[in-house]
């Protein structure tokens, strides 16, 4: 069974930028399937934030996000990365990693999926 991991979340204020990581324990794992980045804020349902395709070529981001946040794949494949941006109060969340085989927005369309890592943003 394939694990991805996360990494990078933090305490933050208005306006600073954070980078979020996957890896994945499978070899090669990202370039044979999408992998997104969800985030659940309290009392919310998790939500789509990016995804990337599995060559690195497309991406797809929420409306709330996409001047801010950009997501990227590492040469070799092996992280999947999420730079973030002018951040909000807003944006505070547990950031999830999740792989799948469809570039959607839809979290059911994802098999896998990371612990998450918390972000939290103060004004």
């Known amino acids: 069974q394939v694990q991805l991991e996360e990494s990078g979340g933090g305490s933050v204020h208005t306006g600073d930028s954070l980078r979020l990581s996957c890896v994945a324990s499978?070899?090669?794992?990202?370039?044979?399937?999408?992998t997104g980045w969800f985030r659940q804020a309290p009392e919310k349902e998790r939500e789509f934030v990016a995804a990337?395709?599995?060559?690195?070529?497309?991406?797809r981001y929420s409306d709330s996000v996409k001047d801010r946040f950009t997501i990227y794949m590492d040469d070799a494949k092996t992280t999947v990365s999420l730079e973030m941006n002018t951040l909000e109060p807003e944006d505070t969340a547990i950031y999830y990693c999740?792989?799948?085989?469809?570039?959607?927005?839809?979290?059911?369309?994802?098999?896998?999926w990371g612990q998450g890592t918390r972000v939290i943003v103060s004004s």
């Open positions: 990337i395709s599995w060559n690195g070529v497309t991406t």
């Open positions: 499978g070899h090669n794992f990202f370039s044979t399937y999408i």
């Open positions: 999740a792989s799948g085989r469809l570039l959607t927005g839809n979290p059911g369309h994802y098999n896998y």
